[in-house]
């Protein structure tokens, strides 16, 4: 989603309030062109700022991508956490109404119809990335960004995220094998790899569709992974 220039300048602007719309720029500016593509000039000069007020306000260029990096991917991987541990915890109190209750309704039941199936663990960390990215969508691409210098503390840090984000995915696949009765640990990684591929590809694509909601893209990811799991399933 395309951060719109701002051409207000400084004066009346509140300092958190500028800070925002700077953070805002440079992390579309930083996830469209790279870090070695972006200059502190260019995001300035959509914000409408001088270049030494973001200096004042960020210092260097690469305190100004840690700026965007830590807060978004500290979003993104609780997002992600959160959805793998509702999805298993679902999965317990399923396993557990399945067993010693099975024979008993609760009271809820007899009230309310019977409840729509829970979203299965892909697509409840889909919806967590998508939430969690609204409104700076670009900051996916900051954080796979490969144009940082390897040997600067912003590529350090990223690379921990990635990490801490390939140790969830790798979780995730692993167990969805585990389901289909596949225990073979290279299928385990080429689909993981595979999900960080869709994943990007996804956020991609909405970008490009800026009316999309979080929402709409996973009722949209829904129907998908039912038309794949239709066409390639047995």
């Known amino acids: 989603m395309t951060t719109p220039s701002v051409r207000a300048g400084t004066k009346g602007v509140p300092r958190a309030r500028r800070e925002q719309q700077i953070l805002a720029a440079a992390t579309d500016e930083f996830g469209r062109n790279g870090y070695e593509g972006t200059s502190l000039a260019a995001v300035a000069a959509r914000v409408g700022v001088t270049k030494t007020l973001l200096h004042q306000y960020f210092g260097a260029k690469h305190d100004l991508y840690?700026?965007?990096?830590v807060p978004a991917a500290d979003r993104i991987l609780s997002a992600i956490r959160a959805a793998m541990h509702d999805a298993a915890g679902h999965d317990t109190a399923r396993k557990g109404w399945a067993g010693e209750d099975a024979g008993r309704k609760s009271p809820s039941e007899k009230a309310d119809p019977a409840p729509a199936v829970a979203p299965s663990t892909p697509l409840r960390v889909m919806h967590g990335v998508f939430t969690a990215l609204e409104g700076r969508r670009e900051a996916w691409f900051v954080l796979y960004d490969t144009s940082v210098p390897a040997d600067s503390e912003a590529a350090r840090r990223a690379r921990r995220y990635?990490?801490?984000?390939?140790?969830?995915?790798?979780?995730?696949?692993?167990?969805?094998?585990?389901?289909a009765e596949s225990f073979d640990a290279l299928d385990a990684d080429a689909?993981?790899?595979?999900?960080?591929?869709?994943?990007?590809?996804?956020?991609?694509?909405?970008?490009?569709?800026?009316?999309?909601?979080?929402?709409?893209?996973?009722?949209?990811?829904?129907?998908?992974?039912?038309?794949?799991?239709?066409?390639?399933?047995?």
């Open 162 to 179: 990635r990490a801490a984000i390939d140790e969830c995915a790798a979780m995730g696949t692993a167990e969805v094998l585990r389901t």
């Open 191 to 234: 689909l993981s790899h595979a999900w960080r591929g869709l994943a990007t590809a996804l956020i991609r694509w909405w970008i490009n569709h800026p009316d999309e909601s979080a929402d709409a893209m996973t009722e949209r990811c829904a129907r998908l992974f039912t038309a794949a799991r239709d066409v390639l399933g047995p």
């Open 66 to 69: 840690l700026a965007c990096l």
